[in-house]
């Protein structure tokens, strides 16, 4: 247990099915993460907000769609995937962008797009 | 951020100690080396980190060459649950959101 809560943990979605996942942690941390990582591939960094304020966007499609409503909560919206974006989404935490401290990974939603 | 380069596999006999290496020739001098493992399905789990120093905690030990372009991690006395992929990062004094995970090397402890 990390702290770092994922639901869910499984969900399986038609291309023009619109859902959410959703990212919880009670650590006390001001940044939070959405990694991306496909079969047999290195984990990707998707999103990065601190204090709530997106602050990198690595190239993301915008049919990933994140949000931050407050510093405990992360949301990444879906709307109209391909079958390509089919992979385990992970979302992290760590106490502060800007300082030298270790993330704490979620278990991981596994996505399958249909 | 500086590369790294590690083996993408490797064996361990449980109880024995394992000693992952990683290359890392181009690190500069406010580069830390990460340490991070993913057991299969989980996400990954922080094990240690240094910049020059070696290092220690309940998990590993970190040990790292003088000049830097190479460090190790040792688990102690390995068991079946250490079987994991373990990731070598070099990130630069700036967050963790600068974690670039590569292929890692799939640690293997066998009875």
């Known amino acids: 247990e990390t702290g770092v809560t994922q639901t869910p943990r499984h969900l399986v979605m038609g291309m023009t099915n619109k859902k959410s996942l959703k990212c919880e942690q009670h650590l006390g941390h001001n940044a939070m993460y959405w990694y991306k990582q496909s079969a047999k591939k290195p984990l990707e960094l998707m999103f990065v907000y601190s204090l709530e304020e997106r602050v990198e966007n690595n190239s993301v499609p915008s049919r990933f769609s994140p949000e931050c409503p407050n510093s405990s909560h992360l949301f990444l919206h879906l709307h109209t995937l391909q079958p390509e974006d089919s992979a385990l989404y992970l979302c992290a935490s760590s106490q502060d962008r800007g300082r030298n401290t270790e993330a704490f990974f979620g278990q991981g939603t596994r996505l399958t797009v249909v | 951020d500086a590369k790294t380069t590690q083996p993408p596999s490797m064996d361990c006999a449980e109880g024995r100690a394992a000693n992952l290496p990683c290359n890392h020739s181009?690190?500069?001098?406010?580069?830390?080396v990460y340490w991070y493992r993913q057991i299969h399905s989980q996400g990954p789990q922080y094990i240690i980190h240094?910049?020059?120093n070696n290092e220690t905690n309940e998990m590993a030990s970190l040990i790292i060459t003088e000049d830097r372009k190479s460090s190790t991690l040792i688990l102690p006395h390995a068991t079946l649950r250490d079987t994991a992929v373990y990731y070598c990062?070099?990130?630069?004094?700036?967050?963790?959101?600068?974690?670039?995970f590569g292929k890692g090397t799939k640690l293997t402890v066998n009875p």
């Open positions: 240094g910049l020059k």
């Open positions: 990062i070099v990130t630069r004094w700036g967050g963790s959101e600068k974690l670039v």
């Open positions: 181009t690190i500069s001098g406010n580069e830390y």
